[in-house]
């Protein structure tokens, strides 16, 4: 089965999970692919803020050091842009580094190595120097930590030809994307929504490698496809469901991977249900669901029946106070209103 | 090697380095080279010095003045010259530049074009080798404007920390671009700043190639029986401008003349003929070799074809997967 034609429901999890599957919350599939990575490849090792005694800042890293020591699960100073710049000698030196940074608005302390380094080392180099790093950042809002831990600043990241940003969505992802992340030989940055490491699902016990090239359908709808990525999916997949309720077969398109981004599975979606409503954490102005509804402008424009709808985050640093951060964010109110302008309701 | 023939390498490295630079400042006028060129003439005794103590298996991370680094290191002039020319057959395909040397065979990873940006990068490289329990050493130059960048500090600090084997070579040209040292430092003593790291640190006499040679040798010997990384600042200076845009408002001339008096390539020439190591002869066989090298440099430069634009969006990616 191909990740394209996968359909399921992150949300809600089945009741009772069959024999053959357990129930795993996303910041334990963090944990079980770093385990089974530094298990199966002793040149992969973890390194960032508060990874190791502390057990990670989320604690997806939580007894890693106990098993793994502290050559490999490497506590570092509050250094970014010299431990990300690590990352990137050391798997020039032939190591794989997992670098986990804090949050997102972190990571633009290390901007410079990201961009000015592992972004352009393979090309500069002309061919000679891959650098085969990934990076995993938290990103996104919903916890009440105001304008300087909150930030979706994805959008930016996948703007940068030379990196390629995954965004996983559900704890398949979460634990299946890691593998392909190393094996790949050039950068790769992991986003984790904040408010997904709790989301549990019932999965197959083994860890399985899933895609990191394709979009992927999370809801089957013929009306309007509804098109998201990390914490947004489950707000559309919520909305999907308040829809169908009034008649509106919404169909969800999870992006998974937000560069390069899967234009063709995009086209194939919107083409079928001749609407599309991009939900994005980001702020509209310059954002990826711009880059998205010019994707499909240029691909699908004369088989549109409304033009592109876009629910993103209000412009404005996000705020301390519950409602108003609340008010700020993508909701499945607004995403519900927005399909139902669409299709003139 | 016997001390004659190692002073005579240090001397007819110089000499190539200056008079390939030279050549380049020509050809730049010529149009041939464009974008930046930053010449490192007067500093040659640092590259020279350093690293005839690197053996092969050790690795260069280096600035955006790195010509002389890229050619002792052996990358040949050839492939340098072509990068310069922006042709396929550069050591880095035409894509890099002057300011973007590379070359896998002699572990050279550039050409770093932002101040302070090759430090974490060495600190990674020498990482992975003791990760690897490989005796090598990672050999980081950047000049005395780095000092300045959170880079610097963020680097010598977890080097030291995690006791990594990196010899820091800090060529302190007093400038940062066209900005004094005194201009940008509250502590101008360099060498200081590392060893508030707890970073064994020497200053040393950069025009003096042997001084540099046997101060490099005493680190990287140090930091091969591994003793953690080691800091060498280099006072050093640039005779030429800073690139080849710099009107130079920003220094006298009295100082630049000063500077000139105490030349690398002269100094050390008169050293070795009052020691008799070198007479008329062997400098004239220098400078034929040199010229020679050169020559056929830019020979193969011109020769050298243009990566065809359908291949534009090469090694974005190792494989294409640009949508």
């Known amino acids: 089965m191909t990740a394209t034609s996968r359909v399921e429901t992150i949300v809600t999890a089945p009741p009772a999970p069959e024999p053959s599957r357990i129930r795993l919350s996303y910041r334990e599939a963090m944990r079980q692919a770093l385990r089974d990575a530094l298990r199966t490849d002793p040149r992969v090792f973890l390194m960032g803020e508060d990874v190791g005694r502390y057990g990670g800042c989320y604690a997806v890293s939580k007894g890693l050091l106990e098993e793994f020591g502290p050559e490999r699960i490497r506590d570092t100073p509050l250094s970014e842009s010299a431990f990300v710049g690590a990352g990137i000698g050391a798997a020039l030196g032939g190591m794989r580094p997992i670098v986990e940074i ?226 700020a964010l993508p909701q499945v109110a607004t995403i519900v209103q927005s399909v139902r302008a669409l299709i003139g309701e | 090697m016997t001390a004659t023939t190692a002073a005579r390498g240090y001397l007819a490295q110089m000499i190539r380095i200056r008079r390939f630079e030279e050549r380049c ?31 092969p298996e050790d690795a260069v991370v280096a600035t955006y003045r790195e010509h002389g680094h890229a050619l002792v290191r052996g990358v040949s002039a050839n492939a340098i010259m072509a990068e310069m020319f ?97 201009r940008h430092q509250s502590e101008t003593d360099i060498a200081r700043k590392a060893a508030s790291y707890r970073v064994p640190a020497e200053a040393i006499d950069g025009m003096d190639v042997e001084a540099v040679a046997n101060a490099a040798q005493r680190a990287c010997e140090a930091i091969r029986q591994g003793e953690g990384p080691r800091f060498l600042e280099l006072r050093t200076y640039r005779f030429r401008a800073h690139s080849m845009f710099d009107p130079e408002l920003y220094r006298d001339k009295r100082e630049v003349a000063e500077w000139m008096q105490r030349c690398p390539i002269a100094t050390y020439t008169a050293t070795l003929r009052g020691r008799g190591a070198a007479d008329d002869a062997a400098l004239a066989a220098m400078e034929s070799a040199a010229a020679s090298e050169i020559d056929a440099a830019v020979a193969y430069a011109e020769a050298g074809t243009w990566e065809p634009v359908e291949s534009l969006t090469r090694w974005v990616y190792s494989e294409q997967t640009q949508r």
């Open chain 2, 86 to 182: 922006g042709k396929r057959e550069g050591c880095s395909g035409g894509r890099g530049g002057s300011m973007h040397l590379f070359d896998a065979a002699t572990r050279f990873f550039g050409g770093n074009a932002i101040v302070g940006g090759g430090l974490p990068l060495a600190v990674g490289r020498a990482l992975a080798d003791k990760l690897q329990q490989r005796p090598h050493v990672t050999a980081c130059f950047f000049g005395d404007g780095a000092v300045a960048e959170g880079e610097f500090h963020e680097s010598m600090n977890l080097a030291a920390l995690w006791k990594l084997p990196v010899l820091f070579c800090c060529e302190n040209n007093l400038y940062a671009m066209g900005t004094a040292l005194a």
């Open chain 1, 102 to 327: 804090m949050t997102v608005n972190f990571s633009l302390l290390a901007l410079d190595q990201i961009v000015n380094s592992a972004a352009t080392m393979l090309h500069m180099s002309g061919g000679q120097f891959a650098v085969p790093l990934v990076i995993r950042m938290t990103t996104g809002a919903g916890r009440q930590l105001a304008a300087q831990h909150s930030h979706s600043l994805e959008g930016w990241y996948a703007h940068i030809p030379g990196i390629k940003v995954l965004a996983p969505a559900t704890v398949e992802d979460a634990r299946g994307m890691l593998a392909p992340a190393l094996a790949d030989p050039d950068p790769v940055i992991i986003f984790e929504h904040a408010s997904l490491y709790a989301l549990e699902a019932d999965v197959p016990p083994s860890v399985e490698p899933v895609s990191i090239d394709r979009a992927a359908v999370r809801r089957s709808g013929k009306d309007v496809t509804l098109i998201a990525y990390g914490g947004t999916v489950g707000k559309a997949l919520e909305a999907a469901t308040q829809l169908a309720t009034l008649g509106v077969n919404a169909e969800v398109l999870d992006l998974r991977v937000l560069r390069p981004l899967d234009s063709e599975t995009i086209l194939t979606s919107v083409r079928r249900t001749r609407r599309a409503v991009i939900i994005d954490e980001g702020w509209r102005s310059g954002s990826l669901s711009a880059e998205v509804s010019a994707r499909i402008m240029e691909g699908a424009f004369y088989e549109l029946d409304a033009p592109v709808g876009r629910v993103c985050s209000a412009e404005v640093p996000m705020p301390y106070a519950r409602h108003l951060e609340q008010a």
């Open chain 2, 25 to 55: 400042a020509e050809l730049y006028r010529a149009e041939k080279i464009r974008g930046f060129l930053h010449l490192y003439i007067g500093e040659e005794a640092v590259a020279v010095g350093i690293m005839s103590c690197l053996s």
